[in-house]
T-cell receptor, first 114, second 114 residues
Framework: KAGVTQTPRYLIKTRGQQVTLSCSPISGHRSVSWYQQTPGQGLQFLFEYFSETQRNKGNFPGRFSGRQFSNSRSEMNVSTLELGDSALYLC?????????????FGPGTRLTVT | AQSVTQPDIHITVSEGASLELRCNYSYGATPYLFWYVQSPGQGLQLLLKYFSGDTLVQGIKGFEAEFKRSQSSFNLRKPSVHWSDAAEYFCAVGAPMTGNQFYFGTGTSLTVIP
C-alpha cells in the first residue's frame, strides 16, 4: 500500500505570493491533518479535514487555509507569504477522525520564502 | 490543553549502549501517546503507540516505551543502539476528544558514536 504523498517536495516563493501544497493520503484513510515544522517552534498542528470538512484547527492566522476533496486528497493554501512561513509542511493521514488511530506522515514539502 | 516535554535536546550514545529518551506529558486523563522518528529531510515514522492496556509497549526497530501514569511519562528505550538509530525523536500526545490533533515535544536529537 502506498504511503502518504506530498507535492511538491520543495518550493521557493517570494514574500507576498501565495502557495498551494497537495497531499494524497493512504488509500482508505479519510482524515488528513497538516503540521508546520520549524526549528524554533517545532511541530505545530494546522488543521484536520475529514469528509471534506475542517474538524480541528490550530492557532494559525487565516492566511492558512485548506480543503479536502471527495477522494480524501487535501490541499493547503498559504496566502500573502511571510518570511516566517518558511518551514517543512507535513501532511498526515489517519483512518478516522476518532483519534486512537496512528497517523502516517508524508515526507513533507519544504517551503522557502525569500 | 495537552503539552509534551522532552527534557533532552541532544543525546550522544556509543553504538551498542542502551538508550532512554524522556517524555513527560500534561493531560487530565489518559492520553494517546506516540513516539516518532525523523531522519534528516524526511517525514515522521511511527515507532510505537500507547492507547490503553499494558503499559509496556513494543515498537519497531527494537524500541519499547513504558507509560507511567503516576509520573506522566512515556519514556522510550532501546537496549542496544545501532548507528542507524541516529535521528530526531519526537514524543506526541493525542486525546480521545480532539480527533487527530497531536501535540508534539520539541524533539531529542540522537547522535551515535562508533
Amino acid at each position: 500500500k502506498a504511503g502518504v504523498t506530498q507535492t511538491p517536495r520543495y518550493l521557493i516563493k517570494t514574500r507576498g505570493q501565495q502557495v498551494t501544497l497537495s497531499c494524497s493520503p493512504i488509500s482508505g484513510h479519510r482524515s488528513v491533518s497538516w503540521y508546520q515544522q520549524t526549528p524554533g517552534q517545532g511541530l505545530q498542528f494546522l488543521f484536520e479535514y475529514f469528509s471534506e470538512t475542517q474538524r480541528n484547527k490550530g492557532n494559525f492566522p487565516g492566511r492558512f487555509s485548506g480543503r479536502q476533496f471527495s477522494n480524501s486528497r487535501s490541499e493547503m493554501n498559504v496566502s500573502t507569504l511571510e518570511l516566517g512561513d518558511s518551514a517543512l509542511y507535513l501532511c498526515a493521514s489517519s483512518l478516522t477522525l476518532q483519534g486512537g488511530y496512528e497517523q502516517y506522515f508524508g515526507p513533507g514539502t519544504r517551503l522557502t520564502v525569500t | 490543553a495537552q503539552s509534551v516535554t522532552q527534557p533532552d535536546i541532544h543525546i550522544t550514545v556509543s553504538e551498542g549502549a542502551s538508550l532512554e529518551l524522556r517524555c513527560n506529558y500534561s493531560y487530565g486523563a489518559t492520553p494517546y501517546l506516540f513516539w516518532y522518528v525523523q531522519s534528516p529531510g524526511q517525514g515522521l515514522q511511527l515507532l510505537l503507540k500507547y492507547f490503553s492496556g499494558d503499559t509496556l509497549v513494543q515498537g519497531i526497530k527494537g524500541f519499547e516505551a513504558e507509560f507511567k501514569r503516576s509520573q506522566s511519562s512515556f519514556n522510550l528505550r532501546k537496549p542496544s543502539v545501532h548507528w542507524s538509530d541516529a535521528a530526531e525523536y519526537f514524543c506526541a500526545v493525542g486525546a480521545p476528544m480532539t480527533g487527530n490533533q497531536f501535540y508534539f515535544g520539541t524533539g531529542t536529537s540522537l547522535t551515535v558514536i562508533p
